[in-house]
């Protein structure tokens, strides 16, 4: 397996300016305020069950659209900073943290960068990149990666090409990518708005495709969301997803069936034509749900066919 993991110093760069409180996991306080937690998805998961049973409110594409249509049109930069009074419970190694959740896309950010450096692909395909948070600094530090951007929503894929073209951007973005990002003229950034279950590239057309937290939205077409990334799909794949494994049981199991979030498996992934190469939960992350890192390579027909 290929080790692609983080320094715990450079997680804590990261992470700690964005934390407002932390108290050990076990501690009595920590421990009610886990309870209350637990109960509160419980009965969201009890109630959106029974709802789907009786009036079949499953979750659509749709659904996803307009919730994120209405997200990115209302984004502020302001969320970026460590000054941000947006709080959620975090954890990591036996701490409970009162957090900015948007600390979690700095921590991405980091395993992107290496997991790119390692991997030195010649062009690069973000599925479901939002308005541009990651692909752009990415962009920006790797200038002469082609990279693309598919997105669902047209507020995204506004927002991000405004972003590519900046000589400048925002100071709070610059301020939260935890690599130096500069102009560069010779930039390579595109945008197209489609859904993740109609890719609309040839086969093999990237070297490298990401997700970030775009599978947690697509349970109801993961089967063909996740052939649509293999078919794309060159050599590798890097998932920053809540997979099952990460998410069986407590807390986290409830607000996955609530939501009707991804529910896959690593072990799922080989029936998609992945094997991954190195994968791992050892990073700060929501106390509901809990997103880890795989970085999975692409198996040739012949290994699938021998499988």
């Known amino acids: 397996m290929l080790d692609l993991s983080i320094r715990d110093q450079d997680i804590d760069r990261v992470f700690m300016p964005y934390v407002h409180h932390r108290r050990k996991m076990?501690?009595?306080?920590?421990?009610?305020?886990?309870?209350?937690?637990?109960?509160?998805?419980?009965?969201?998961?009890?109630?959106?069950?029974?709802?789907?049973?009786?009036?079949?409110?499953?979750?659509?594409?749709?659904?996803?659209?307009r919730g994120y249509e209405g997200k990115w049109s209302s984004f502020d930069y302001s969320f970026y900073t460590p000054e941000?009074?947006?709080?959620?419970?975090?954890?990591?190694?036996?701490?409970?943290y009162f957090a900015n959740p948007y600390v979690k896309g700095r921590i991405q950010l980091l395993f992107l960068e290496k997991i790119i450096k390692?991997?030195?692909?010649?062009?690069?395909?973000?599925?479901?990149?939002?308005?541009?948070?990651?692909?752009?600094?990415?962009?920006?530090?790797?200038t002469g990666i082609k990279f693309y951007g598919l997105e669902l929503t047209a507020a995204g894929v506004g927002d991000a090409r405004r972003l590519s073209i900046k000589q400048e951007l925002p100071k709070e973005m610059v301020d939260y990518v935890p690599f130096p990002i500069s102009f560069s003229e010779h930039v390579r950034l595109s945008f197209v708005q489609a859904s993740g279950d109609h890719i609309p590239f040839q086969d093999g057309s990237f070297d490298l495709v990401y997700t970030n937290q775009a599978l947690e939205q697509m349970d109801h077409i993961k089967d063909n969301v996740l052939r649509e990334i293999a078919r794309v799909t060159r050599r590798a794949a890097v998932f920053s997803e809540p997979f099952r494994d990460w998410n069986a049981s407590g807390i986290r199991r409830n607000r996955v069936l609530a939501s009707q979030y991804f529910s896959g498996a690593l072990d799922d992934l080989k029936s998609y034509g992945f094997v991954p190469i190195f994968s791992t939960d050892d990073i700060p992350s929501k106390v509901i749900l809990h997103t880890g890192i795989v970085v999975a390579e692409k198996l040739v027909q012949s290994e699938l066919r021998n499988s």
Request: hydrophobic content about 40%; proline content about 4%; glycine content about 6%.
């Open 26 to 65: 076990n501690s009595p306080c920590s421990l009610a305020v886990l309870a209350k937690v637990y109960v509160r998805w419980l009965i969201k998961r009890l109630r959106k069950s029974t709802e789907r049973l009786l009036f079949a409110k499953a979750r659509t594409t749709s659904d996803v659209q």
């Open 84 to 96: 941000c009074s947006r709080s959620e419970l975090m954890e990591w190694r036996g701490m409970l």
């Open 118 to 142: 390692e991997l030195s692909p010649r062009n690069v395909l973000e599925v479901g990149c939002g308005r541009g948070s990651m692909i752009v600094p990415l962009g920006r530090r790797f």
